[in-house]
C-alpha cells in the first residue's frame, strides 16, 4: 500500500530548501527531459530535487511555481469578435456581390440593392458565428487539468489546487482520483489508470516502478509514468511530478492543435475559385454587350446600363444565400439522424470523403467489456447475443458465480438505465454476466456469504482471491487471474461435476483455449477454488480449476454494415488506435475492416519510418495500432499527400489535433471529451459509426442539389445573356429592358434554385464513387451543359420575340412576350435539372414541397408583374391576351422538351 509520510529529518529538510538554487539539484530543464521512464528512482529523485519521504519543502514548491508557472494550459489570445466578421467579406463573391450593389445603386434600383445587401449581410453573420467554436478549443483542452490534487509537502499530507502543482512534487493517487500532472511511479499498490482519453487504450493500465530500458517507448507503454488527466481505476501509488502545465503531455496536444493549420474545406475552396470566374465573366459580358450594342447604333447610355444589368445577371447573387440555405437543410437533416453539424460547409466535405480514419474504443466498439466466451468442461463455449436468456449450463454458471465472487468491480445504473462499471472494466464484465444468469455479491451476502479476507490483484502476480465463510458454515477461496498463473496454482479440474486430477494434456488443452481467445483479440481469465479450513490456509494452490472467461470490448452491431456501405461508396475505412495490435486487429476483421491477417502497423514502425515510407502505406494498411497523438496527426498528413478528403472521428484528447488537420473531424457526443467536440465539424450524437455513414450519404446528396441550383441559376443566367447578345447582332430593339432583367435574376431564379435544396437523394448516391478532390463545382461535361441549355432556353423567347414584332402592335408587347416566355422556360426548365437521369415531373416531386411552393410562387409572382397595373408601370409590360399566351407557351416549352432530349443523348449531368 501507500506508504505514510514520515516526520523530515533536519538534514533532510535542509537538503530541499538548499534545492531553490536549483542548479545544484538539476532541475534546470526538467522540462525537456521526456525519458524520466528509463531513470531509476535514486537518479529521479536527484534529478528532480525532491526527497520520497518529506516532498518538496513549502519555500521550494514556491520557487518551482515562479520558475515553471502555474499547472494549467495558458489561454491562447483570442481573435477579436470585430476581425472575425470583418473576415466574412474577404470572399471573392461577396466582394463582386457587394460591387453589384453600388451598380445598382448607380441605377437608381434601391430595391435590388437592398436585396443583395441583405444576402451579404446574412452570408457574413453565418460565417461570424461558426468561426467562434476555434477559439473554444484551447480553452476545452484547460478544463482537462483536475481542479485539486493530493501531494506530500514538508513531510505532510496536504490538498492543493492542481494549478499549484510543480514538478518534483510528490503526487498521492488513490482510487478514483484524476491525476493532475505528469509524473514518474516510485511506489505502486495494485495501480492501474485509465488512459482511453490520452492513448486510446480501453483497458486500465497496469502500473509500476520499474525503470524501463527503451527510451523511444509509446506512452502507452510507459508502465511507470501516470499523466496529466488520466485517473486512478483501482489501486495506489506515489508519484513525482516531471512536467506540469503545457510541458505535460495533454500541454504537447494543445501545443499540435494550435499549431495546425485548419485549412478551407473544399466547398470553400471551389465556390472561391468560382467567384473568381465571375468576376471576369461578369467584366467581359458588360463589355461585349456595351460594345456591340453601341457599334449596332444602340444609344451609348442606353446599352451601357443594360450591359451593366446583365454583368449582375451573370453573378447570380443567390448563389452564396442558396449554398448556405442547401447546407443548412442537410444540417437539419443530419441532426434528426444524431449528426450535429457545428460547420456548415463540413457538410458537402464528408459527402466526398474518400477516407474515414476512424479510433476503436467507443467509436467502432461499444467502449463496454462484455464476456464473449468461456471454457468449461473441457470445451470453448461461444455466447451470442443475449446468451443468458436460454438456458445456461451449470459449469457455466458456477464458473460465473465463483468469478463474481472474485472480484471488487461493482454496478450501477445510468441515467439512462444501462449498467455501468464500478472499478474494473473486465471484471466489471465478469460481474455483469453474473448478474445476468441471477447472482450477485449483494445477493450471495444476503443469503449468508460472508467475505473474509482478500488479497488483490496486482500486475506482479497477477492474481487475486477473496475467502468467504459459505451459508453452511465451510469456508472457501475464490481465485481468478491469468489463465498460466492459476493454472500453476491448480491440481484439480471440476469437468461435468466430477472433481478429477488436473492432467498434463488437459493443462495444454486449456492454454490452447486461452491462446486461441488471445488471438481473437479478447481477454482471458482463469477461475478456480478450493475449501480452506481458515483464511491462514495458502490460497493459490492445489486449487480446482473451473475454466477460463473471455471477454472484449465487442464491435457495434451496426458497424460492419456500416463499413460495407462505405465500402461500396469507395470510402475506406481506417482503424487509427492507441490499443494493442491484437486487439486492433481483431476488431477489424470483426468489423470487415480488414481481411483476416491483415498488415497492422504500429506506433514503433511509425517511429522509424522516413515520410515517403508513411505516405506509401498509408494508401493500403487499415490498421494502425499503438499510436501517439503526433503519429495519429502524421498519417492523416501522410493521407492528405495522397490527395484523399480524410474524415478523422474519435473522441479523446488525443484525437484534437488529427480532428482539426482533417478535411472534416468528428466527435463523439456521448463519450468524446470536450476537447473533441470543440474541435471536430461535426458530433455524433449517439456515438454511432452508423450515424457516420447516414451523413457521408447526406453530404453527396447536398452536393448534388448545390450542383444542381448552380446549373440551373447559371444556365438560366446565360440565356438571358444569350437573348440580349442575339438581338442586338441583328439589329433588333434590346429585348429586355433593365428592371426586368433584374426581376427575372432576382426572382424567376432564387426561388426554384432555393427549392432545389430540398431534393431527394438519387437512386445510385451510395453506389458511385467519390468525387475527385480536385474536381471543380463545373466540370467539362457540366459546363458544357450549361452552354446547350442557354442556348435552347434563349432561342424560343428571340423566336417569340421576332415574331412579336412583326405580327403585334408595338415594341411593348413583344417585350411582355419575350419577358414572360423567358421567365416561364426558365421555370419549366428545373424539371430537367431536379434529376439527373430522367424529366423531374414524377413521384418524386412529391417529397420536394418547397419546390411546389416555390413554382406556385413564381407563376404568381409573374401574373402579378404583367397584370397588375403599379407593376406594368414599374416594369413597362402590358397585359398579355389570348394570342401572346398562345406564343407564350410555345417559346417556353418548346426548349424544355429540346433539353430533355439533349440531355438523353448527352450525359453531361
Keep these: 500500500m501507500r506508504r505514510d509520510p514520515a516526520p523530515a529529518t533536519a538534514g533532510q529538510m535542509s537538503q530541499a530548501e538548499q534545492c531553490i538554487s536549483r542548479d545544484s539539484c538539476g532541475v534546470v530543464g526538467l522540462a525537456e527531459n521526456t525519458n524520466w521512464h528509463t531513470q531509476d528512482v535514486e537518479t529521479l529523485t536527484r534529478e528532480l530535487g525532491t526527497n520520497l519521504n518529506s516532498g518538496l519543502a513549502p519555500a521550494e514548491a514556491q520557487a518551482r511555481y515562479r520558475q515553471y508557472g502555474p499547472n494549467r494550459l495558458p489561454e491562447a489570445r483570442g481573435v477579436p469578435p470585430w476581425l472575425i466578421f470583418v473576415r466574412q467579406f474577404k470572399s471573392v463573391i461577396v466582394l463582386l456581390l457587394a460591387a453589384a450593389t453600388g451598380v445598382s445603386i448607380a441605377l437608381g434600383d434601391l430595391v435590388e440593392a437592398a436585396a443583395i445587401a441583405v ?133 504537447h496536444i494543445a501545443g499540435l492543435l494550435e499549431q495546425t493549420k485548419e485549412e478551407k474545406t473544399p466547398l470553400e475552396k471551389r465556390l472561391g475559385a468560382l467567384g473568381n470566374r465571375l468576376v471576369v465573366v461578369a467584366l467581359v459580358v458588360a463589355a461585349v454587350v456595351t460594345v456591340a450594342g453601341w457599334l449596332a447604333g444602340h444609344p451609348f447610355l442606353e446599352i451601357l446600363t443594360t450591359g451593366i444589368a446583365l454583368a449582375v445577371a451573370a453573378v447570380p447573387e ?87 465472487l472474485a472480484s471488487r468491480a461493482g454496478l450501477q445504473k445510468d441515467a439512462e438505465g444501462n449498467w455501468d462499471v464500478v472499478g ?61 498463473v492459476i493454472l500453476d496454482a491448480s491440481r484439480w479440474l471440476k469437468r461435468n461435476g466430477e472433481i478429477s486430477p488436473l492432467d498434463d494434456s488437459t493443462r495444454q488443452a486449456v492454454l490452447a483455449a486461452a491462446e486461441n481467445f488471445a488471438a481473437r483479440g479478447l481477454r482471458i481469465l482463469a477461475v478456480a477454488y478450493k475449501p480452506v479450513r481458515t483464511v491462514e490456509e495458502e490460497a493459490f494452490a492445489d486449487l480446482v480449476f473451473l475454466g477460463l472467461v473471455a471477454v472484449a470490448d465487442p464491435p457495434r452491431a451496426e458497424v460492419p454494415a456500416a463499413i460495407a456501405e462505405a465500402r461500396s461508396a469507395g470510402v475506406r475505412t481506417v482503424m487509427v488506435t492507441g490499443d494493442h495490435p491484437a486487439t486492433a486487429r481483431a476488431i477489424a476483421e470483426q468489423t470487415g475492416l480488414a481481411e483476416p491477417g491483415a498488415e497492422v502497423v504500429t506506433g514503433s514502425e511509425l517511429a522509424a519510418m522516413e515520410r515517403a515510407d508513411l505516405v506509401a502505406r498509408v494508401g493500403r494498411v487499415n490498421i494502425f495500432a499503438r499510436v501517439s497523438p503526433k503519429q495519429k496527426l502524421d498519417i492523416v498528413e501522410a493521407l492528405k499527400e495522397r490527395n484523399e478528403i480524410v474524415a478523422m472521428t474519435g473522441d479523446g484528447v488525443n484525437d484534437a489535433p488529427a480532428l482539426k488537420r482533417a478535411d472534416i473531424g468528428i466527435a463523439m457526443g456521448r463519450e468524446g471529451t470536450a476537447v473533441a467536440r470543440e474541435t471536430a465539424d461535426i458530433i455524433l450524437a449517439d456515438d454511432n459509426f452508423a450515424t457516420i455513414v ?47 432583367i433584374l426581376w427575372l435574376n432576382l426572382v424567376t431564379d432564387v426561388f426554384p434554385a432555393l427549392a432545389l435544396g430540398w431534393e431527394p437523394p438519387e437512386g445510385n448516391v451510395m453506389r458511385r464513387p467519390p468525387r475527385d478532390p480536385a474536381q471543380g463545382l463545373l466540370t467539362g461535361r457540366l459546363q458544357l451543359g450549361i452552354l446547350l441549355e ?120
Excluded at 501531494?151 to 512534487?169: K, M, N, Q
Excluded at 456469504?449 to 487475486?464: D, N
Aim: aromatic share 6%.
Design 119 to 251: 444576402v451579404i449581410l446574412l452570408n457574413a453573420l453565418f460565417g461570424f458565428v461558426i468561426e467562434l467554436r476555434a477559439e473554444r478549443a484551447v480553452a476545452a483542452l484547460k478544463r482537462i487539468i483536475t481542479r485539486t490534487a493530493k501531494v506530500i509537502r514538508g513531510g505532510r499530507l496536504v490538498e492543493i489546487p492542481a494549478t499549484s502543482v510543480v514538478p518534483g512534487d510528490l503526487l498521492v493517487l488513490e482510487e478514483g482520483d484524476r491525476v493532475a500532472a505528469d509524473a514518474r511511479l516510485v511506489d505502486a499498490d495494485s495501480l492501474a489508470t485509465v488512459e482511453a482519453a490520452l492513448t486510446g487504450e480501453s483497458q486500465p493500465v497496469e502500473k509500476d516502478t520499474r525503470p524501463l530500458a527503451n527510451g523511444r517507448l509509446p506512452l502507452g507503454d510507459r508502465t511507470n509514468m501516470v499523466y496529466a488527466g488520466t485517473s486512478v481505476a483501482r489501486g495506489s501509488g506515489l508519484a513525482v511530478v516531471t512536467a506540469t502545465g503545457r510541458a505535460t503531455e495533454i500541454g
Design 790 to 909: 442557354g442556348i435552347l432556353l434563349a432561342a424560343g423567347p428571340l423566336a417569340a420575340y421576332v415574331y412579336a414584332l412583326s405580327a403585334m402592335d408595338g415594341t411593348g408587347v413583344a417585350r411582355t412576350v419575350v419577358f414572360l416566355s423567358l421567365s416561364f422556360a426558365q421555370l419549366f426548365h428545373v424539371f430537367n435539372i431536379r434529376r439527373f437521369d430522367r424529366f423531374g415531373i414524377d413521384r418524386s416531386l412529391l417529397d420536394n414541397r418547397q419546390l411546389v411552393g416555390a413554382l406556385f410562387l413564381t407563376v404568381s409572382l409573374q401574373l402579378m408583374a404583367v397584370y397588375l397595373p403599379a407593376l406594368n408601370a414599374v416594369l413597362r409590360t402590358v397585359p398579355p391576351g389570348g394570342a401572346e399566351w398562345l406564343l407564350v407557351v410555345l417559346a417556353a416549352g418548346g426548349p424544355v422538351a429540346l433539353a430533355q432530349i439533349v440531355r438523353r443523348h448527352i450525359r453531361y449531368a
Design 694 to 740: 447516414r451523413a457521408v450519404r447526406q453530404g453527396r446528396v447536398i452536393f448534388d442539389n448545390i450542383q444542381k441550383f448552380i446549373q440551373y441559376l447559371f444556365s438560366c443566367n446565360l440565356s438571358e445573356i444569350i437573348l440580349i447578345f442575339l438581338a442586338i447582332i441583328l439589329g433588333l430593339p434590346v429585348p429586355l429592358l433593365v428592371l426586368q
Design 424 to 484: 474494473d472494466a473486465t471484471e466489471g464484465a465478469l460481474v455483469l454476466a453474473g448478474m445476468r444468469v441471477g447472482f450477485t455479491r449483494e445477493q450471495a451476502e444476503e443469503q449468508g456469504y460472508v467475505h473474509l479476507e482478500e488479497i488483490p490483484f496486482s500486475s506482479e502476480t497477477r492474481r487475486m482471491a477473496v475467502y468467504y465463510r459459505l451459508p453452511g458454515g465451510h469456508t472457501a477461496v475464490f481465485a481468478k487471474g491469468a489463465p498460466p
Design 318 to 404: 443567390g448563389l452564396p444565400a442558396v449554398a448556405t440555405i442547401t447546407l443548412a437543410i442537410g444540417v437539419r437533416r443530419m441532426a434528426r439522424q444524431n449528426a450535429i453539424v457545428r460547420r456548415l460547409p463540413a457538410v458537402e466535405t464528408l459527402g466526398s470523403t474518400t477516407v474515414i480514419c476512424t479510433d476503436k474504443t467507443g467509436t467502432l466498439t461499444e467502449n463496454r467489456m462484455t464476456l464473449m466466451a468461456a471454457w468449461v468442461d473441457g470445451e470453448d463455449v461461444g455466447l451470442g447475443d443475449r446468451w443468458w436468456v436460454k438456458p445456461v449450463k451449470p459449469a457455466l454458471r458456477e464458473l460465473l458465480e465463483a468469478g463474481v
